[in-house]
């Protein structure tokens, strides 16, 4: 029998798994779901030496195909494809098994049935890490809060309290507790969980998002300059993290310093040219896009970037939301019209596929959106937007990454004379985050709309006063 379809003796891993494979290759395969929990570029490579070394390891293929399938990257679902195929050759125990189905589903285009499968899974064996970061993600994928938050809470009591790997699923929680409004709690979690490992920078972007979703820009500022060797380099979320930092400089007054970032740490000459780094670029240049500020040729290199993941198969609509951004900003219209219509085509045919549904619920409808408003029909950007505006989720993302739909929808209303829709969205701004700078000089802008210029006067005010504020925070943080 050869070595891809033996059976090695059954083990466990270091957090009590079933596991098929060598004491060698259980160990090495520790060391990586270690990086894996970290963001840590060298899981990539650990799993490729891993394949490489112990083909007949089940989860060896299983990290390697969940991590293909983690980038969003279509490009990616060749690799995925071959480590799935690989894991069906060889002979596996109920746990390993139960990761192939979910790399199948995932792979078929069923994204739920893989969460669900992930959450049977962990329902036996609640302390599978691989599972249960990959669940998490797939969980932000989809935009479900609830899970989010409940996948990891249901793991924790089942985890070995004292090994250091329970702190990283504190993280995780932490993310999730944000995301479904706990925000006290979220923010406990996630000091918690940096406390313990510095370096856990998915607790520290939990942190962050925290710190926006209630407008603590000044605390938001603070915790991220004053901490940037835990988190602004050698990591896999290294992009994702200063985009937030960039999100608070925008908000603080300091586009220069947001554009900065932009240049060194989002988008340039060395970027990897991956979707889930270049969507937070298009999200970036669309929020200043939308307040009006030139953005000189950025915009033309990341749609040139952009260029082929708009083509051939479609994959994640979320991305292909970005894709258009970036068209539309660099005033590619026919490519933006062109990429619309492939979408259309796409979900024209009805089938079975998460992304699909996804594309057809949100996906679509924002594409539109977003290019409407470049040609200033602002009502049917409203036409488009109003609708789905409290089901943005379910096309996954974030709060804060959906916040880009929210700010186009508001900003449509307000130019095409829907006065009641903007104070409507206004209003629900500030009752969460009442020192919004940009809740607030939305507001002056619906005053002056309303003729109440003494009124827009009073909101500017508190605007600048909030801005002073954020920005004493940077320059205290930095000097």
């Known amino acids: 029998m050869s070595s891809m379809t033996s059976l090695s003796p059954a ?18 395969y520790d060391r990586a779901i270690d990086r894996l929990l970290r963001f840590h570029p060298d899981v990539v490579d650990q799993a490729i030496a891993l394949v490489a070394d112990q083909p007949g390891v089940p989860m060896a293929h299983a990290l390697m195909a969940y991590l293909s399938l983690m980038s969003t ?7 995925a494809r071959d480590a799935h195929a690989a894991m069906d050759l060889l002979r596996t125990n109920e746990r390993e098994a139960m990761h192939a189905v979910a790399v199948g589903q995932w792979l078929g285009g069923d994204w739920i049935g893989a969460s669900r499968t992930l959450d049977a899974l962990l329902a036996r064996w609640p302390a599978d890490l691989l599972a249960l970061a990959i669940g998490h993600q797939l969980d932000f994928f989809l935009g479900d809060a609830r899970n989010l938050r409940d ?24 993310f999730g507790l944000e995301e479904s409004g706990h925000y006290d709690l ?23 998002h925290t710190y926006e979703m209630q407008g603590r820009v000044d605390e938001g500022l603070r915790f991220l300059l004053t901490r940037t060797d835990d988190w602004g380099s050698g990591n896999l979320f290294t992009v994702h993290n200063w985009w937030h930092l960039a999100l608070y400089h925008l908000e603080a007054g300091a586009t220069g310093e947001a554009l900065a970032i932009y240049d060194t740490q989002i988008h340039h000459a060395e970027s990897a040219g991956v979707p889930i780094e270049m969507l937070d670029a298009s999200a970036l240049l669309w929020r200043l896009h939308l307040d009006g500020h030139d953005v000189g040729d950025r915009w033309v290199v990341l749609a040139d970037a952009w260029a082929t993941r708009l083509e051939g198969e479609r ?8 894709g258009v951004m970036a068209m539309v900003g660099a005033g590619r219209v026919a490519d933006a019209r062109r990429a619309i219509d492939r979408l259309e085509a796409y979900v024209s045919v009805p089938g ?55 700010r186009t929808l508001l900003d449509s209303a307000l130019r095409s004379g829907q006065v009641s829709l903007a104070r409507t969205l206004i209003a629900e701004r500030l009752s969460l985050r009442e020192s919004s700078v940009y809740g607030w000089t939305q507001r002056a802008r ?10 827009a006067a009073r909101a500017d005010s508190i605007a600048r006063a909030h801005q002073a504020r954020f920005s004493a925070v940077t320059a205290t943080a930095t000097g």
Do not use: K
């Not at 990257?73 to 690799?79: F, S, T, V, Y």
């Not at 996630?190 to 520290?204: F, Q």
């Open 73 to 79: 990257d279509r490009h990616e679902l060749p690799a």
């Open 151 to 174: 996948r990891p809470g249901r793991s924790l009591p089942e985890l070995d309290p004292s090994h250091p790997h329970v702190a990283f699923v504190r993280g995780m929680q932490a």
């Open 186 to 208: 979220s923010e406990r979690a996630g000091l918690e969980a940096v406390a313990a490992n510095p370096d856990d920078v998915w607790a520290i972007h939990a942190v962050v």
């Open 446 to 455: 619906w005053l002056r709309a309303m003729d109440d210029e003494a009124a």
């Open 11 to 28: 083990r466990r891993d270091e957090h009590g798994n079933p596991t098929t494979g060598s004491a060698e290759a259980v160990e090495a």
């Open 315 to 322: 994959w994640y609509a979320f991305n292909d939301l970005h």
């Open 352 to 406: 079975p596929g998460t992304n699909i549904a996804m594309t057809a619920e949100i996906g679509l409808p924002a594409c539109r959106a977003v290019l409407a408003w470049h040609v200033g029909r602002h009502d049917d950007v409203v036409r488009e937007l109003e609708p789905i505006r409290l089901v943005l989720n379910h096309f996954g993302g974030s709060h804060a990454q959906r916040d880009a739909l929210q």
